[in-house]
């Protein structure tokens, strides 16, 4: 059976769980939309996920759970039915076993939690196997839109790493599962972010790239364990933004950008870099919206 073929019957029966996340799905139904037997469709989506398909159901529908939880009032034997739990017990345990409280304590106090968040396996696949080596492609991208932006007064969340320099190593040194927790933090002023951190922030011993979310300066909420918080004091930021691209294109997109912000003279906006003022930092690359990156500026005084 050809690995093209696996990833694509598994990416169907993923597609077929968020469609149908709301109503009791059968292994069966499964089976039917991957193309398989039963306990081969089972067989083939725990190899290729981590998790068995109920696992992987029940994580999808406690993580969206959670999220009605911190972002709605509503009631907890509510979101249970609507989740397809047969109980206000029985959701509230499962609740308590994946993110280690019961939903009524996380609902009041909403602290950062660990999100399931998957990835859509033949994205990934097509990534390994088509975008490899994109980077030193000397792919242009025709149009760049860059703007300037002004950043607050504000507090970093952030796990650090080791010696990483860029996003590969820093996910082999902590984990790539951090944006799940994240992604949590019902405080955050913008969506959470890869950065470079300046020289004076960079702690001896801890790495250059890290991954955090910016929330208001009053936060006062759970410090997830292995996470920092630390002030950031308000500042200027250059925007570039690439084309909408193809997923598969992200590495060729990111590379892109990086020699458009090499070549470009800031002193066109009348600005001038200035790497220790800020992080510079990046989005997740998302092809619908073009790959974005930030760098710290600030403004030439004409004398």
């Known amino acids: 059976m050809e690995e093209a073929q696996v990833i694509q ?5 993923q597609e077929y769980i968020e469609t149908n996340l709301h109503r009791k799905i059968t292994l069966k139904e499964l089976a039917n939309v991957a193309g398989y037997s039963p306990w081969h469709a089972a067989r083939l989506f725990k190899e290729v996920t981590g998790k068995p398909p109920f696992d992987y159901i029940r994580a999808l529908r406690l993580t969206q759970a959670a999220l009605l939880l911190r972002d709605e009032e509503v009631k ?27 939903p009524s304590k996380y609902g009041r106090q909403t602290p950062p939690i660990k999100l399931f968040m998957p990835q859509k396996v033949f994205d990934t696949y097509q990534s390994m196997h088509k975008g490899e080596n994109r980077m030193s492609e000397k792919k242009e991208t025709k149009t760049v839109f860059v703007q ?11 796990k650090r790493g080791v010696k990483a ?21 019902k405080e955050a002023l913008y ?65 892109a950008i990086w020699e458009h912000a090499k070549r470009f003279d800031p002193t066109v906006y009348g600005y001038q870099w200035a790497p220790e003022a ?5 989005l ?20």
Not at 148 to 158: F, M, S
Not at 208 to 234: R, S, T
Not at 278 to 282: L, M
């Open 9 to 13: 019957a598994v990416q169907r029966m």
């Open 76 to 102: 907890i034997i509510d979101v249970a039915m609507d989740f397809v739990f047969d109980s206000h017990e029985g959701f509230t345990r499962a609740f308590s076993r994946e993110f280690g409280m019961a």
């Open 148 to 158: 300037v932006i002004e950043r607050p007064a504000r507090k970093l969340l952030l």
């Open 165 to 185: 320099t860029e996003y590969f190593g820093y996910c082999e040194e902590v984990g790539c599962e951090i944006w799940s927790v994240l992604t949590s933090v």
């Open 191 to 255: 969506e959470p972010i890869g950065m470079w951190l300046p020289g004076h922030l960079i702690r001896e011993g801890t790495s250059q790239y890290v991954q955090g979310v910016e929330v208001p300066l009053d936060y006062a909420n759970v410090i997830p364990e292995g996470y920092e918080l630390i002030e950031l004091p308000p500042c200027t930021m250059m925007v570039f933004q690439g084309e909408p691209y193809d997923d598969i294109d992200f590495m060729a997109e990111i590379g």
């Open 278 to 282: 800020a992080p510079r930092f990046q």
């Open 284 to 303: 997740a690359p998302m092809g619908y919206r073009g790959y974005i990156e930030a760098y710290p500026v600030k403004a030439i005084r004409n004398s």
